[in-house]
């Protein structure tokens, strides 16, 4: 039977900007959260049930950096889940094994297929598949449309809004992980992980002195921290980056214990802390590389 294509999604479906409010001067920095979203596009056709399906969600990282608006910074947040379509992926980073039949067009291959997370998921972490059957190119190809292209092209442009203005732009990508590494985790299962760790793709993706000024905020409020260890960075940071142009790109993941509890996803005392403690780095970074 044919694959039938839902009407477009509502914009608030798919993202949401927090600005900068009138009269609060802007900064030359930009912040993205794509993996805190959880509304449930109505063509998912997942057999797992909703709960299953925020596997990987990048649980309140969206509210812990709200309050940088107020400061001149604007948060790019997706509304929608990581297990539907994964932002943080090239739009061709496709599984052959999620698709009914092969591909149309280009594939550029992140290696992210093998463990069943490139563009779209094909399983969770713990290995239980998301569908019951590969997916037509057209429902894969609707996503790409309206969910992917809009959330890169608001980023984009963001960062080319105040790269205009300023003549240099640091974004910093927003990520949460989990305490220990999952079954699927490139430093192996169960291996306890740092606070912070902080992703350049090897120092590719922005000046060393971003990464640099970053690791000694956060280690200054006592939080280990590691770089490049176990992540890198992904597509969000490789694509916008241009540190030679003043384009610089860094991710951020942040240990989910620090400020919420795994199993229940409830935030705990201390969110309010790191979301302090946050807001201080931006500031952080205004001094150092813009006032």
């Given amino acids: 039977m044919p694959w039938t294509p839902p009407p477009p999604p509502a914009s608030e479906d798919v993202l949401v900007v927090h600005r900068p409010p009138p009269?609060?001067?802007?900064?030359p920095v930009v912040l993205d959260?794509?993996?805190s979203g959880h509304r449930m596009p109505p063509d998912f056709g997942a057999v797992l049930p909703e709960a299953a399906l925020r596997d990987g969600e990048d649980c309140h990282i969206d509210a812990l950096y709200r309050p940088a608006a107020e400061r001149g910074v604007p948060l790019l947040a997706a509304?929608?889940?990581?297990t539907y379509l994964d932002p943080n992926r090239h739009a061709a980073d496709h599984d052959p094994a999620v698709l009914a039949e092969p591909w149309p067009g280009e594939v550029v291959a992140s290696g992210k297929a093998a463990i069943g997370k490139a563009l779209v998921w094909r399983t969770l972490d713990d290995g239980r598949p998301i569908y019951a059957a590969p997916l037509?190119?057209?429902a894969v190809q609707h996503r790409i449309t309206h969910y992917h292209?809009?959330?890169h092209a608001t980023l984009r442009a963001l960062m080319d809004e105040a790269h205009a203005r300023f003549g240099v732009v640091h974004h910093i990508n927003c990520h949460s992980m989990n305490a220990v590494g999952g079954a699927s985790a490139q430093e192996g299962a169960g291996v306890p992980r740092a606070d912070i760790v902080l992703g350049d793709r090897d120092g590719s993706t922005c000046h060393p002195a971003f990464t640099a000024l970053v690791r000694e905020v956060m280690q200054g409020f006592g939080y280990s921290v590691k770089v490049n260890d176990p992540f890198k960075g992904v597509e969000l940071v490789r694509a916008y980056a241009d540190p030679a142009r003043g384009r610089h790109c860094l991710q951020l993941e942040i240990n989910k214990r620090l400020y919420m509890d795994e199993g229940t996803l409830q935030k705990t005392a201390n969110f309010a802390?790191?979301?302090g403690q946050l807001m201080q780095l931006l500031d952080a970074v205004h001094a150092a590389f813009h006032a």
């Fill in 33 to 35: 959260s794509p993996h």
């Fill in 273 to 275: 802390v790191l979301q």
């Fill in 136 to 138: 037509p190119v057209a």
């Fill in 149 to 151: 292209r809009p959330y």
């Fill in 79 to 82: 509304m929608f889940p990581r």
């Fill in 23 to 27: 009269g609060v001067a802007l900064r």
